[in-house]
């Protein structure tokens, strides 16, 4: 149900503007003129994502469903338009980072509860929060949920890695630049080349399509340029679940992962001093921004038990498999695999197996035509 009461949604508008001037001027001011344009790309990329309703887990319910295989192209396609500006960015430039992760059992384990997760909270990481911008009160749980999950997922962790992994495997690392960059489209335009054969559908990418891929790749290259990394979301949860643990009274830093160079700086740094965290805000307050514009506010939601269920089961499973398969939809498929390595394609192999296995559920819920 969208708002349509003048004086609630100016109240909404208010937020929105009151919020973005004062985390504008605090990034500024006490974190450099880098945060504050790292906070503008989260808002551009709120703006964009549901602007343009560009997506990740409703394309593949699709594909699950029709063999409809144009959403998932359109996946590959910004992935493909952003590893052109990843790939040479990383191979040139020692001062940035590309993504990697090793091959492990927890990468499998993770990603594959990650893609269940995704299809019975019909959300994923990116999602999640325009959708909550949205004020979407039922993507508001999953969003409770998918912190949550987060922060059970870094307990987890340590001890999952030592299970069994091998070390980051960058594709063609051992290249000249040319070869790795033909090596990696050709490895893309491959898998994308199947999908378009098993495809029932006619596959159709339209003008807004296109213009929503220019806009998230340019916008992941200024994330990498002003951060020094590629673009992720859920290391951001997981710091919001660390410092509510610690807010709650817990002792956080008896917990290994906690102890790590990374995850103790963020837990002590303020939260618009962290990379993803102050991107996830931006993109919260972009989707925010929006919606009060075109007055596409939804405030209400037909819940029942079975999809406040779904929700809260699919935000701890994306939560805790983000964690353990080392990112998501975006840090994980999206950065991996435009940073060329291995682990982004093993992530999307064993995510749409997961994915395929919560479809299945929710049709065994009779849950498709209520999410």
């Known amino acids: 149900m969208y708002l349509k009461n003048i004086r609630q949604n100016s109240s909404f508008a208010l937020l929105s503007a009151v919020s973005i001037i004062l985390i504008l001027s605090i990034t500024f001011f006490e974190y450099g003129f880098n945060n504050t344009i790292l906070f503008f790309i989260g808002i551009l990329l709120g703006i964009t994502f549901i602007s343009t309703s560009f997506g990740f887990s409703s394309g593949w319910t699709v594909f699950f469903r029709d063999l409809?295989?144009?959403?998932?192209?359109?996946?590959?396609?910004?992935?493909?338009l952003t590893s052109l500006f990843i790939l040479p960015t990383v191979h040139f430039f020692e001062s940035y980072n590309p993504t990697?992760?090793?091959?492990?059992?927890?990468?499998?384990?993770?990603?594959?509860?990650?893609?269940?997760?995704?299809?019975?909270?019909?959300?994923?990481?990116?999602?999640?929060?325009?959708?909550?911008?949205?004020?979407?009160?039922?993507?508001?749980?999953?969003?409770?949920?998918?912190?949550?999950g987060s922060f059970v997922g870094s307990l987890i962790l340590p001890s999952a890695i030592n299970?069994?992994?091998?070390?980051?495997?960058?594709?063609?690392?051992?290249?000249?630049?040319?070869?790795?960059?033909?090596?990696?489209?050709?490895?893309?335009?491959?898998?994308?080349?199947?999908?378009?054969?098993?495809?029932?559908?006619k596959i159709i990418i339209n003008f807004k399509d296109i213009i929503a891929i220019i806009i998230i790749s340019v916008l992941?290259?200024?994330?990498l340029l002003f951060s020094g990394y590629t673009w992720g979301i859920t290391f951001g949860l997981t710091v919001w679940g660390g410092k509510l643990w610690s807010l709650a009274g817990g002792d956080i830093y008896s917990f290994t992962f906690w102890n790590w160079t990374r995850p103790a700086q963020a837990l002590e740094s303020s939260l618009l001093s962290e990379v993803s965290s102050l991107m996830n805000i931006g993109m919260i307050l972009g989707s925010l921004t929006y919606v009060?514009?075109?007055?596409?506010?939804?405030l209400s939601y037909n819940f029942n038990?079975?999809?406040?269920?779904?929700?809260?089961?699919g935000g701890l499973l994306m939560g805790i498999g983000a964690r353990l398969a080392f990112g998501c939809n975006i840090g994980a498929f999206l950065g991996g695999i435009s940073s060329g390595s291995l682990h982004g394609w093993v992530w999307f192999l064993f995510a749409l197996f997961g994915g395929w296995i919560g479809f299945k559920l929710r049709n065994y819920l009779n849950l498709n035509n209520a999410l």
């Open 163 to 201: 299970i069994g992994s091998i070390k980051p495997i960058l594709i063609g690392g051992d290249f000249n630049f040319i070869k790795k960059i033909l090596l990696n489209t050709s490895i893309l335009l491959g898998i994308a080349f199947i999908f378009y054969k098993v495809s029932r559908k």
């Open 100 to 148: 990697i992760a090793p091959i492990s059992i927890s990468l499998l384990i993770g990603s594959f509860i990650f893609g269940i997760g995704m299809q019975l909270s019909n959300g994923c990481a990116s999602g999640t929060l325009f959708s909550v911008g949205s004020s979407n009160t039922k993507m508001m749980i999953v969003l409770v949920f998918f912190v949550i």
């Open 292 to 298: 009060v514009i075109t007055k596409r506010i939804i």
């Open 68 to 80: 409809d295989s144009s959403s998932i192209l359109k996946q590959f396609m910004l992935i493909g």
């Open 305 to 313: 038990l079975k999809i406040i269920s779904a929700s809260i089961i």
């Open 220 to 223: 992941c290259l200024m994330c």
